[in-house]
């Protein structure tokens, strides 16, 4: 493909990430500054220390967003695909077993990814919230209408996310390209009227601050933290878009804007520090606050869309292997396998971000809930990227160098954060915890059925001897059995269905479908076939975590390797297991029994999952105690 060919897609891809991926990111200057001079234990509003916050803002971005994510954490992409449990997987430790390092690795990983689901809640309620407060200042009689119209523009977000990111991208990418235009022309505006603000630049003014204020300095970096707070959502919806377009974006689109904006509202409050309330507005002329009004509500809307894309993929991804029961994925977009919409976890997001809306009613207030969990969550991402950086080639030195630098930031960043917990800060911490435990509970019960079901099993040595000596009356046609990654036995399912019917397919395919630890899996790799004799074939299906697993296409893809299977007639055999939690057994928790058996009630049909056509499911019912 000719370069004229593809500068017009890679400059499409680039505006698409601006309404995906910096959505959230692009938006703190509605309330990041304000913020860090707010509450009973802020700093004085002064020029020594308004120079000293914004040194750190610009700092920050410079350190955790430009060095750190784009520059460090993007080189571990996993065959394009970001977000924690990408990460994670570069490290292959889904079948350890406790006690193993890698174990405490995946452990330290699920739980990161357990605490982005309480920011893909709080992200949405604030960013909108803060947009809207701007008719406070537009027109205070308005004031009463503020949560409902958050209310409403939500719930009419989240309807929107069926239609795919991509499509939303390309949407919003436009609109998000004004709103950076209009951040940079507000902050040169103000940089203009007070030109001394670019003083911030010198990191010294942000040691005098930590020097004058002590511990007081040290939790305003709670409220400086909400200007990085995109960035696990940037790492995470990088899948939907790749590493150049978000490089690109940042480097020559994003960052600038942001650091215009920030000096702006500095210099502004250098001259007017009475415009602390809502700084981002005030730096506009009079006659443009309608307008910026309504254009910072239509980015904070696009701000919402990055970390719902990233929960969506994320999810999909703990999914695919094996961390979360099936639940309906939708493909959006039938050439983009990143593009995900799951309508389920859809929902649960919209209800959580209307009661923070209504449960806290501001984003002063909201603000004291946010970033305890995305600061714990950014120091366990790059407690794994360098890790995966040492494992892949980088020099031990080099890594645990830019290991320690990036460790020390997040960790002052989640020391200064702790001060929220009391004030909201716990809420995310309890979603991400109750996420954890569903985790657990779900890989720990798939481990015990396993185990429940090969007591009624019998090895695959014995069955195919018993086909020998003592043969069933064989019926024509295929028959495929989906069994799990024990190879060694018979699925329980096809021993109780042969006890029921005294019948056998004159073939049978045993398949199993196997997740690899990469996203993609190339066709030519997808099948491995075993014949084992007495019309018995095992059949193995290998996919990426981010492939959609589809049973038909890849029994046709057999016919290569001389396996000819009529996808039209066979018949597809699952087991659908009734299960019961036991007491009198050991086993798990029976708290956690009853938890697994909810899931697993809950779970999308296997049927679905894998693409099978329904008229041709056979499912043999199992009651199974555990």
Not at 121 to 135: D, K, M
Not at 179 to 195: C, H, N, Q, S, T
Not at 224 to 234: K, R
Request: proline content about 5%.
């Amino acid at each position: 493909m000719s370069s004229t060919e593809t500068a017009p897609q890679n400059r499409e891809a680039v505006i698409a990430a601006l309404g995906i991926v910096f959505g959230d990111i692009g938006t703190s200057p509605l309330y990041a500054l304000r913020e860090s001079f707010g509450g009973a234990a802020a700093p004085v509003l002064d020029r020594a220390d308004l120079l000293g916050v914004l040194s750190l803002i610009l700092w920050a971005l410079m350190l955790v967003i430009s060095l750190k994510y784009l520059v460090f954490v993007l080189r571990a992409d996993n065959q394009g695909e970001g977000g924690i449990i990408a990460l994670v997987a570069l490290l292959n430790p889904w079948r350890t077993q406790p006690g193993e390092a890698r174990y405490v690795l995946m452990l330290l990983g699920l739980f990161g990814a357990c605490l982005l689901y309480g920011d893909g809640t709080i992200t949405p309620a604030i960013s909108v919230l803060s947009a809207v407060e701007g008719l406070q200042v537009a027109a205070p009689s308005l004031d009463a209408f503020v949560v409902p119209i958050t209310i409403v523009i939500l719930i009419g977000l989240f309807w929107a996310q069926r239609f795919g990111s991509g499509k939303i991208g390309s949407l919003f990418g436009p609109v998000m390209l004004l709103w950076f235009a209009v951040l940079a022309l507000l902050g040169l505006r103000g940089i203009i009227m007070e030109p001394s603000v670019l003083a911030a630049f010198n990191p010294w003014y942000a040691w005098a601050f930590f020097a004058n204020n002590g511990f007081i300095g040290f939790l305003t970096l709670g409220a400086v933290f909400l200007v990085v707070t995109g960035g696990e959502a940037l790492y995470a919806d990088l899948g939907h878009f790749g590493v150049s377009p978000i490089r690109r974006a940042w480097f020559l689109i994003v960052f600038p804007a942001l650091i215009l904006n920030y000096l702006g509202q500095g210099a502004l409050l250098i001259q007017h520090p009475e415009a602390i309330h809502s700084p981002f507005f005030h730096l506009a002329p009079a006659w443009a606050t309608w307008p910026l009004v309504l254009l910072a509500t239509v980015a904070t809307v696009i701000a919402s869309q990055a970390v719902i894309s990233g929960t969506f993929s994320l999810t999909r991804q703990a999914i695919q292997l094996g961390q979360l029961p099936r639940m309906r994925v939708i493909f959006t977009q039938a050439d983009e396998s990143g593009q995900v919409y799951l309508p389920l976890v859809n929902w649960l997001l919209m209800v959580a971000c209307v009661a923070l809306v209504i449960g806290f009613g501001s984003s002063a207030a909201l603000a004291s809930a946010y970033g305890v969990a995305v600061s714990l969550d950014m120091l366990v991402t790059t407690l794994l990227a360098v890790v995966v950086a040492w494992r892949y080639g980088w020099s031990p030195l080099l890594a645990l160098g830019a290991g320690a630098v990036f460790v020390i930031i997040d960790s002052a960043f989640l020391g200064a954060n702790l001060n929220k917990i009391p004030g909201g800060g716990w809420y995310a911490l309890v979603i991400a915890g109750l996420i954890f435990i569903l985790m657990l509970s779900w890989r720990a019960g798939r481990a015990l059925l396993t185990s429940r079901l090969q007591e009624r099993a019998i090895s695959q040595d014995d069955f195919l001897q018993q086909l020998e000596t003592d043969p069933p009356y064989r019926v024509p046609g295929t028959a495929v059995v989906m069994t799990g990654q024990d190879e060694s036995s018979v699925p329980a399912a096809l021993l109780h269905h042969m006890d029921c019917t005294q019948i056998l397919h004159e073939r049978v395919i045993f398949l199993t479908v196997i997740i690899a630890d990469q996203p993609h899996v190339s066709a030519s790799e997808r099948l491995e076939i075993d014949a084992l004799g007495q019309g018995v074939i095992r059949m193995r299906v290998h996919y990426g975590f981010s492939q959609p697993p589809n049973i038909p296409v890849a029994l046709r893809l057999s016919e290569h390797l001389g396996h000819t299977v009529d996808t039209e007639s066979v018949i597809y055999l699952l087991s659908r297991e009734t299960l019961i939690a036991r007491r009198d057994r050991p086993g798990l928790p029976y708290w956690q029994e009853l938890i697994f058996v909810w899931l697993a009630r809950n779970a999308a049909r296997a049927t679905a999952y894998y693409h099978l056509p329904e008229e041709q499911v056979l499912e043999i019912g199992l009651q199974v105690g555990l």
